[in-house]
T-cell receptor, first 113, second 115 residues
């Protein structure tokens, strides 16, 4: 079945450093979504990318969808302690009548002062 | 965020108990989902309901029994669980559009511990 892997599994940075997580799918995706889960919280939708090579920015966060639509990345510039959490990418499962997603393995980000 | 609520937030149960998890969405969505999140594992999709009809059962053991009486409510009935079923159970909802283009809104989850 479809697999979505993320690397790294965990990253610890000092506040102000940059951070990047990479997402790779075993199959071509029609779109990719990113979610953030704070410690003790639940996943919260961040963004969706649809077009090949698409790049979107949200303040210090930059999201990119690969040309082949099989990979994506999330880059955070100058991390802050509020960025702490686990970042998941998710790709749709083909077929079905509802929005089924396969979530990636997640990257846990720890930021210290 | 109060769009998707879940009760209880925490549950401890023995292996012979029967309990139910409840999820309610106030977003007017048509699709609802149950996920299991274990430590060091990705989110595992368990069940999908679209317009109250179950459209996905992701090879979930029969000791988990979902119920969707209407588009706003989703239950997960639990019986004779195993300790390895201890996890965070997350409910989510979405508009229900096909093709995986709509986003999912998650509830706060129920932290389940099976003794």
């Amino acid at each position: 079945g479809q697999q979505v892997m993320q690397i790294p599994q965990y990253q610890h940075v000092q506040e102000g450093e940059d951070f990047t997580t990479y997402c790779n799918s075993s199959t071509t995706l029609s779109n990719i979504q990113w979610y953030k889960q704070r410690p003790g919280g639940h996943p919260v939708f961040l963004i969706q990318l649809v077009k090949s090579g698409e790049v979107k920015k949200q303040k210090r966060l930059t999201f990119q969808f690969g040309e082949a639509k099989k990979n994506s990345s999330l880059h955070i510039t100058a991390t802050q302690t509020t960025d702490v959490g686990t970042y998941f990418c998710a790709g749709p499962v083909s077929g079905g009548t509802a929005s089924k997603l396969t979530f990636g393995t997640g990257t846990r980000l720890q930021v210290t002062l | 965020e109060t769009g998707v609520t879940q009760t209880p937030r925490h549950l401890v149960m023995g292996m012979t108990n029967k309990k139910s998890l409840k999820c309610e969405q106030h977003l007017g969505h048509n699709a609802m989902y149950w996920y299991k999140q274990s430590a060091k594992k990705p989110l595992e999709l368990m069940f999908v309901y679209n317009f109250k009809e179950q459209t996905e059962n992701n090879s979930v053991p029969s000791r988990f029994s979902p119920e969707c009486p209407n588009s706003s409510h989703l239950f997960l009935h639990l019986h004779t669980l195993q300790p390895e079923d201890s996890a965070l159970y997350l409910c989510a909802s979405s508009q229900g559009a096909s093709g995986g283009t709509d986003t999912q809104y998650f509830g706060p989850g129920t932290r389940l511990t099976v003794l």
